[in-house]
């Protein structure tokens, strides 16, 4: 089955400790997304990449980081410097064009303690 | 730069009755619109999208949306709602050309009653 896989679901760390959040598609897609959910907030674009080896800022990029080795992974690192990073974390893929809708993977869920 | 505003925060309805759930948008050229839900827990699910055409769109689950470029809505509806349309609803504009970035609203909380 194709599809987007997020690992693990939920994810507990302490403050002060980077994490990495992992994200895989096997649809052969070429931009991918990851987007914060906080409760009443929607959803936030954290970074995007549309291509291997390219990425972009999203809204709210600042604590973050992500890399695009593969087309089919696109991993997001929250590091010490997120102020709040406790949230939902969803990753999403989409066929490269504009009159795609995007596919989401489950979430991760992340607890700072 | 586009934004999509959805003014109810929670909506509550009744097994069996109709549904209407407000989405407005603002992007100066013609938009392209979504429909997702969301199961607690889960990720999104497209329920329907506009690009062009016929502004009457039908999705899955029964959900259907119509586009208003007058009013600048693309609300979604369903005739009849049942418990397991319980969920978050979240509308998206996206916009032609370039990077396809879509902004999303802030989502409507159904709750159905029994």
């Known amino acids: 089955d194709g599809g987007i896989t997020q690992s693990p679901k939920y994810l507990f760390r302490k403050e002060g400790q980077n994490v990495t959040l992992s994200c895989e598609q096997n649809l052969n897609h070429d931009a991918m997304y990851w987007y914060r959910q906080d409760p009443g907030q929607g959803l936030r674009l954290i970074y995007y990449?549309?291509?291997?080896?390219?990425?972009q800022k999203g809204d709210i990029a600042e604590g973050y980081s992500v890399s695009r080795e593969k087309k089919e992974s696109f991993p997001l690192t929250v590091t010490s410097a997120q102020k709040n990073p406790t949230a939902f974390y969803l990753c999403?893929?989409?066929?490269?064009?504009?009159?795609?809708?995007?596919?989401f993977g489950p979430g991760t869920r992340l607890t700072v303690l | 730069a586009q934004s999509v505003t959805q003014p109810d925060i929670h909506i509550t309805v009744s097994e069996g009755a109709s549904l209407e759930l407000r989405c407005n948008y603002s992007y100066g050229a013609t938009p392209y619109l979504f429909w997702y839900v969301q199961s607690p827990g889960q990720g999104l699910q497209l329920l329907l999208k506009y690009f062009s055409g016929d502004t009457l769109v039908q999705g899955i689950k029964g959900f259907e949306a119509e586009f208003k470029r007058s009013q600048s809505s693309f609300n979604l509806r369903k005739p009849s709602v049942h418990w397991s349309d319980a969920a978050e609803y979240f509308c998206a504009v996206g916009q032609a050309g370039g990077s396809y970035i879509p902004t999303f609203g802030r989502g409507t909380s159904l709750i159905v009653h029994p």
């Open positions: 990449s549309q291509i291997v080896n390219d990425f």
């Open positions: 999403a893929s989409s066929p490269q064009g504009v009159l795609n809708e995007q596919f």
